[in-house]
């Protein structure tokens, strides 16, 4: 930058009206800062919270079942409907897989976060980063796609049990109630597994951000007063890490909550909010029980960020 | 871990089989990809595979439906980009010195389209764009896309200007340069491996985002919808195995190049998403 100036040099007063704009703006900053947010705040007020807002209104419109049209009239009917037997039930299934996806990749992410900060040095360091950016950053899409490939009958996982004699074991798995199914791509355990597989990355992150900051003269002062390695990591450790899996776990909760692409490809039949609300809007066109659904996750996710919040979570972000 | 070695010691070895072992997971599924986009099989995902060709892949470009799909992803996030560009930079350059109310509530709301479920924002821009009688199109599209890359560029320049030296740009303005020549001879160069990371993590979002898209998309067809339609209702295998490799590596050589861009500066490039 200091060469463009040297080579360069400008006349040091420039003229004309581009000139004087920025001798008004240097003079008045707050002039300055509303020209800057006004395009971002115009974009996002008009698009997006609007949006929102459209959305929100419209979870007090009326659905007529008979003639399947919306009426702006006002009820509150939608959020009762929330409350019936068949409803609960999309949520629990919804929320109890969140709960096993975010348990799962936790401890699948921890050593993998941990060996990055403790033991990568050099090279290691930046293919550790890369190896996590990539399968975050590589298309949702297709790696859905690909576990349709690698679970399909005949495909590569039931090859592998196979060639390792284990075939009794996937069969007996697959025969658990609630865990199993007919076959792995239409079972719970094979959209666990999905769901695990394509949130993992957001889990690795922030734990590992958080281990970076334990300071590792801590650890040193613990084996020095004579703790064991299992002690020091159960006792120092895992408690400063902790608002990293927590903030982890917003990822992984929230994201599972609201996903409705990988239970319509992988699993049993039974609705995800996210299904519930793309079939309440497509097929029947009932905006406003979408929308009223469309609350759940929110809500959810508002109370489990105040619980994050309250365990530090947002310092380890 | 004795204590007087516990900088250097060596990682226990189940450890490093986890690590690594966490690693062959997440590469696996991508390593499938590249597999079956060459298996001669034309309606099986059979293991092992019969054999490799190189067939699909000819055949995947001669198709028309494949060619405009990939054509209107590529506009759609060439424009999404540019928006979150000038939008991202406006808002960080706005934000990164100056304290005033409302301020948190600015930074929450730009967070905000890629916070909440994307099924939210999907449905409530459907839901607006219906109610305003607005039909779904490109621009729809473009619209929404452009509304979540936002923070992508906003994340990777608000880093960039933390990390810069405020008085370069008053020894600018000590030395007579005005604002726009601030702007274009010490700023600009300053932010524009930022720039650039973010605009190349901002498109690879765009391109390959669906949950969003199939609220706003109404008939058009982008590449991640045509994926998807075939994942619904299986046709052509081969040709989608050959698409999915495509999207694959058009989100995969972003994440390269945003790495080596923003290298040695401290921030994450890519932990915006």
Known sequence: MMSYALDKPKTAQRQGPLAALARLLYRRPTLYLVLLLTPPLLWFGAVYLGSLLTLLAQSFFTFDDFTMNVTPEWTLANYRALFDLANLDVVLRTLSMAVSVSLASAVIAFPIAYYMVRYARGWQKGFFYIAVMLPMWASYIVKAYSWTVILAKGGILYWVFGALGLKPLLTALLALPMVGGNSLSTSNLGRFLVFTYIWLPFMILPIQAALERVPVSLTQASADLGATPAQTFRHVILPLAFPGVVAGSIFTFSLTLGDYIIPQLIGPSGLFIGTMVYTLQGSIGNIPMAAAFTAVPVVIIAVYLSIAKRLGAFDAL | MRSDHALHDKAPRWLKWLAFGGLGFLHFPILV???????????????????????????????????????????????????????????????????????????????????????????????????????????????????????????????????????????????????????????????????????????????????????????????????????????????TNVVAMIVMLITMVPIFAAYSLTRGTEDVAGSGK
């Open chain 2, 33 to 239: 990809i590249f597999l079956y986009a060459f298996n001669v099989e034309e309606s099986a995902y059979s293991f092992p595979l019969k054999g490799f060709t190189l067939r699909w892949i000819h055949e995947t470009f001669a198709r028309p439906d494949v060619l405009s799909a990939i054509w209107l992803s590529v506009k759609i996030a060439s424009l999404a980009t540019l928006v979150a560009l000038a939008l991202g930079t406006m808002a960080a350059a706005a934000l990164y010195r100056r304290h005033f109310l409302g301020k948190e509530a600015i930074t929450l709301m730009l967070i905000l389209p890629i916070a909440l479920p994307g099924i939210i924002t999907g449905i409530a821009l459907l839901s607006a764009f219906r109610l305003a009688d607005v039909p779904p199109s490109f621009w729809t599209i473009a619209i929404g896309h452009a509304t979540f890359c936002v923070v992508v560029v906003y994340n990777n320049v608000i880093a960039r200007f933390r990390r810069t030296s405020y008085s370069l740009i008053e020894a600018s303005m000590d030395l007579g340069a005005d604002g726009f020549q601030t702007f274009r001879y010490v700023v600009l160069p300053q932010i524009a491996t930022a720039l650039l990371a973010g605009g190349i993590l901002a498109f690879a979002l765009s391109f390959d985002e669906i949950i969003v898209t199939t609220f706003t998309a109404g008939t058009e067809v982008t590449l991640p919808i045509w994926l998807l339609n075939q994942l619904t209702r299986p046709r052509d295998v081969p040709i």
